[in-house]
Each structure stands twice: as C-alpha cells, then as structure tokens.
T-cell receptor
Framework: GQQVMQIPQYQHVQEGEDFTTYCNSS?????IQWYKQRPGGHPVFLIQ?????EVKKQKRLTFQFGEAKKNSSLHITATQTTDVGTYFC?????????????FGKGTKLSVIP | DTGVSQNPRHKITKRGQNVTFRCDPI?????LYWYRQTLGQGPEFLTY????????KSRLLSDRFSAERPKGSFSTLEIQRTEQGDSAMYLC?????????FGPGTRLTVL
C-alpha cells in the first residue's frame, strides 16, 4: 500500500538554528499537505502543495514539492520556541476519488532556548 | 466558525466494554473523517463520510468498529468489546475541500 516516510524522526536544535524535515512517498501524489501538532494538541493544517516543483513560504517556513511529486520538504529558518511540535506530511490515498490522507510518522522538533 | 468538537475528551473503560464517541464537524463541511493516533505515530485513517454516506473504510478497521453520520451533521464512532490495543487518540476531521480540520480528539484508555 501507499507509504509516506519522514526523516528525521526527532530533531533538537538551538533556538535560532535552522530546521528541515523531509517527506517521501512511495507513490506519486496529487498534492501534499503539512500539519503541525503541538504537544498535547491536535494536527493543525499548515499548507497544501499541488504543483510539481512548487515552493511556498509562510514567514520563516518554506515548503517545497518535488518535481516528481513524490517528495516534499519543510524548512524553518531561525527556529523559535514557538516552533516546538511534531510536523507531519500527508498525501491523499492513490485510489480514485479517495479523500483519505496517509500521514507520515512526523518529525518531532525540540528547540533549546 | 466554532471548529470541530469532540466528546468526550477522555474515556477510560474496562476491556470488553463498549464505548461511543461523538464528533461535531464545522457546520458547512460535508465531509467527515475519523482517524486514530497512537504515541509516536501519525494519524491513521479509519473511515470517511460524505454527507450521511460512509464512502471509505480502512481495511485495518475491525468489525468491532462502526461509525454513523445519520443526518449528515454529527457523527458517532462506536467500539464494541474494547481491547487494550484500542487505546489511542481518536481524531475527527471535517472538510469542504482538500484541507482537513481536526478536532481535539478523544483519548481512550482501555484497562
């Protein structure tokens, strides 16, 4: 079945350092979505990428969708303690007309003040 | 927009008991999803409704699990004869497009 893999599983950074998490799908995706889950919270939608090679920015966050639409990355510049949480990528199941999302295991970010 | 709400937020039950969770989606959203999340994992899809019709169901979903969305608004997820392996966070999400908005979840502990 479809698999979505994320690396690294954990990342500890000093406040002010940059952070990147990578996402790879076993199948081509029609779109990829990124979510953030704070400790004790629920996943919160960050962004959706649809086009091959697409790059989107949200303040200090930069999201990329690979040319083959099978991989994606999230880069945070100059991390802050508010960035703490687990970042998940998710892609729609490849079945026709499906709306279910397949999530990666996430990258848990810790920021040391 | 009051967001997706779920009740109860926490449920502790004994093995073998039945439990039911409720999800109230964002009012204008016609799609509703149930996911399960265990520690250190991403949400795992369980089932999906469009209006009142249950259109997709994970193959991983045991027949002890059943979900309904009788009037296309709120949904319930029932687990019969709970097992310790059912302990998890049960998340509901709703959408009108591709973006899914998650509720706070119901944390189930089976003793």
């Amino acid at each position: 079945g479809q698999q979505v893999m994320q690396i690294p599983q954990y990342q500890h950074v000093q406040e002010g350092e940059d952070f990147t998490t990578y996402c790879n799908s076993s199948t081509t995706l029609s779109n990829i979505q990124w979510y953030k889950q704070r400790p004790g919270g629920h996943p919160v939608f960050l962004i959706q990428l649809v086009k091959s090679g697409e790059v989107k920015k949200q303040k200090r966050l930069t999201f990329q969708f690979g040319e083959a639409k099978k991989n994606s990355s999230l880069h945070i510049t100059a991390t802050q303690t508010t960035d703490v949480g687990t970042y998940f990528c998710a892609g729609p199941y490849s079945g026709a007309g499906s709306y279910q999302l397949t999530f990666g295991k996430g990258t848990k970010l810790s920021v040391i003040p | 927009d009051t967001g997706v709400s779920q009740n109860p937020r926490h449920k502790i039950t004994k093995r073998g008991q039945n439990v039911t969770f409720r999800c109230d989606p964002i009012s204008e959203h016609n799609r509703l999803y149930w996911y399960r999340q265990t520690l250190g994992q991403g949400p795992e899809f369980l089932t999906y409704f469009q209006n009142e019709a249950q259109l997709e169901k994970s193959r991983l979903l045991s027949d002890r699990f059943s979900a309904e969305r009788p009037k296309g608004s709120f949904s319930t997820l029932e687990i019969q004869r709970t097992e310790q392996g059912d302990s998890a966070m049960y998340l509901c999400a709703s959408s009108s497009g591709d973006t899914q908005y998650f509720g706070p979840g119901t944390r189930l502990t089976v003793l």
